[in-house]
């Protein structure tokens, strides 16, 4: 049984000798071969170019042309066929040489001639297959190192090292990330990138994958640390793949992410969950704490009203009437970092705050304070317990700053922000005020940190006056900044936009309260605190009832009501552990007395009720502490139908 091929090929047969070449042609079909004839070169060349040929047979004399000249033809068309040469003995010579030409065997006409032909052609094909097989897998690997150089040139920041980690690929990108250029870095190992940290642990993975192919990375993307030309660490991510097209062609390729971004992202984020967290906390203490506030300031300002204004004790009462006023500005400024933390805004020169901040701050400091603030500064609008906190807060620790005494400087300006000159900021005019010590100074590796919440380079400290600056200054849509060397001293300047409002001229300290006439229902949950605000109130004329919750409070007005003796206002605290609140209060209030005159007051001055009282059928608010002339201006406008302002 003959041997067939699984595949039908096409074979040309050149021969003169039409004889032989017809007993070829039949030994070749029998085993599945397609099989064309030519009797000399003319004809063999029509046929190649005509029909599709996979090997000629050829002999090598033929009348026309010999089997070299047909070949050298074909190349000029720009055909190659494969070819075996036929020889008569004693043209074994003239074979090899054509094996050199291209041949892929030869075989002499003589004895076996015909058993031996389909084998040695079968063979030949075989042969003509792997070597397809084999360009084909070249192509296939060509196409993939040029498929992954590709990608190391497109991709964000690629690198590609050999089996030995020799970098043999470098993109544009990478360079920008590390510093090195294309020709700096090929035939270096990839090890220069990685922080002397970890490279004993870099090497300790690569060797464990070249030894065992274990690997913690291939084919992972992991958050590492890179370092650059200049030895500085980045934060970069890495997907690190490891592929083998062939024996000496294995490699890896990392696809590089810079992090530094997203890092910085993070780190706000987290710096914003912070205060988010602390501005919560804070909301829960706010109330208990403003409220004790109220309750001392009631009490001092009750004494201040005995006491002869030329005794001393009377300016000491003053004082204390400002620190209770600044305890209750701390804890707003907590306040100030979660949402409702909105500033309370009023357009005034900014002059007085820092001079009164001078004088509190640095009383009894051996710290001289040079302070320049011109009459022509542009007015501000602004918070005026927040920004107090802030000079308060730089004035302090510059203060800290020179244990043994020294100069401070303050000094405003009005300057004009440009486009891009300073780039957080829009354009436009704006107060300029500088804060200089002569200290110990910020180490530059800490410098960067000292706006963080909790981030604090002192013994004792909370690390929380800073962030607070920050975090104010940035709700003013203004900017804080610092300047510092060790050794010589810390500058901070403050940026505020300037307003062209109308100023809101400042109530005196020790204005007198104003007198009125009415009687008023509070309601408030503390005893202490009650009893200040009523004593308060009937010392400048009111008639005063007294309540500890809502309940009450609704049957006491619903009785006056019934009786002809109306309250003319009720000023009720917000929040009421135990008791019916303000808000559900006000509810049942409206619905006994639609023309309720309701003052809402809270130690929680954020509340979304405290800002905007009226939504909630309020006519007024006042927030803990609070000082006897705010609270007799507003029951005055309120009981007089003069309106209050929003």
């Known amino acids: 049984m003959e041997d067939k091929t699984d595949k039908s090929y096409s074979i040309l047969i050149v021969d003169d000798d039409e004889g032989l070449s017809h007993l070829i042609e039949k030994s070749l079909k029998k085993v599945n071969f397609n099989v064309g004839v030519a009797n000399n070169g003319a004809q063999a060349i029509d046929w190649v170019v005509n029909n599709p040929t996979e090997l000629m047979l ?6 026309d042309m010999s089997a070299r000249q047909i070949v050298e033809a074909l190349k000029e068309r720009k055909i190659e066929i494969p070819f075996i040469i036929m020889t008569g003995h004693g043209d074994e010579n ?6 050199k030409a291209g041949a892929k065997d030869y075989i002499v006409k003589e004895g076996e001639f015909f058993d031996l032909l389909p084998s040695v052609v079968k063979w030949v094909f075989e042969e003509l297959q792997s070597e397809k ?20 040139e497109t991709a964000q920041e690629a690198i590609l090292c050999d089996i030995n980690g020799i970098i043999v690929e470098w993109n544009k990108s990478a360079e920008r990330l590390f510093g090195y250029s294309k020709d700096e870095i090929i035939g270096k190992p990839v090890r220069i990138l990685i922080p002397d940290k970890h490279k004993k642990e870099h090497q300790e993975g690569f060797e464990r994958f ?7 990375i291939i084919g992972k993307t992991v958050e590492v640390s890179g370092l650059t030309k200049e030895g500085i660490k980045i934060p970069i991510e890495i997907s690190l793949t490891y592929q083998k097209l062939e024996k000496e062609k294995h490699f890896f390729m990392a696809i590089i992410r810079d992090l530094t971004e997203r890092k910085k992202y993070e780190k706000e984020l987290l710096k914003i969950q912070k205060l988010e967290s602390l501005g919560i906390l804070a909301g829960g203490i706010a109330h208990d704490f ?13 004494a201040k009203m005995d006491t002869n204004k030329e005794d001393k004790v009377y300016e000491r009462l003053i004082d204390a009437q400002k620190v209770i006023l600044l305890a209750g500005n701390l804890t707003n400024q907590l306040l100030t970092f979660s949402k409702g933390g909105a500033p309370t805004m009023k357009t005034a020169s900014i002059k007085e705050v820092i001079e009164e901040s001078i004088g509190f701050s640095l009383r009894g400091s051996n710290v001289t304070c040079h302070h320049s603030i011109p009459d022509d500064l542009r007015q501000v609008e602004f918070d005026e317990g927040q920004i107090n906190q802030i000079f308060n807060n730089l004035i302090i620790n510059a203060n800290h700053a020179m244990p043994g005494g020294g100069i401070l400087k303050i000094c405003a300006n009005n300057v004009t922000i440009g486009d891009q000159k300073v780039p957080t900021l829009k354009a436009g005019d704006y107060v300029k005020i500088t804060v200089e010590d002569q200290g110990i100074g910020i180490p530059k590796d800490l410098i960067q940190n000292i706006f963080d919440p909790f981030f604090t380079t002192k013994d004792k400290g909370s690390g929380m006056g800073l962030a607070v600056c920050y975090s104010i200054i940035k709700n003013h849509n203004g900017l804080i900044s610092v300047e510092s060397d060790v050794g010589l001293g810390t500058i901070f300047s403050i940026y505020l936009p300037a307003s062209k409002k109308q100023i809101q001229t400042k109530a005196d300290e020790i204005e007198a309260a104003i007198a009125g006439s009415g009687k008023v229902l509070i309601m408030d949950d503390e005893q202490f605190i009650r009893d200040a605000i009523g004593d308060l109130l009937k010392s400048i004329g009111y008639v005063v009832e007294l309540a500890s919750e809502g309940n009450e409070m609704i049957k006491l007005y619903k009785e006056a009501k019934e009786t002809g003796q109306s309250f003319d206002a009720v000023l009720m605290d917000l929040t009421v552990p135990g ?11 409206l619905e006994i007395d639609p023309e309720v005159k309701a003052i809402v007051s809270s130690g929680y001055s954020y509340d979304p009720i405290m800002t905007d009282y009226r939504k909630y059928g309020f006519s007024a608010c006042v927030a803990k502490p609070c000082k006897i002339q705010e609270l007799s201006k507003t029951l005055h406008k309120l009981i007089k139908g003069k309106g209050i302002d929003k």
Do not use: C, H, W
């Not at 050829?58 to 009348?63: E, Q, R, S, T």
């Not at 097989?133 to 190391?152: C, F």
């Open 58 to 63: 050829l002999d090598f004399k033929l009348p």
């Open 133 to 152: 097989k084999l360009v084909e897998a070249r192509k296939l690997q060509e196409e993939s190192e040029k498929k992954y150089r590709k990608l190391v």
């Open 210 to 216: 070249k030894n065992t192919g274990e690997s913690r």
């Open 94 to 99: 003239i074979a090899v040489e054509m094996m």
């Open 579 to 589: 008791g019916m609140e303000g808000k559900e209060a006000i509810k049942k209030l």
């Open 290 to 302: 403003n409220n004790y506030l109220m309750g001392i300031l009631g009490s001092v300002t009750l």
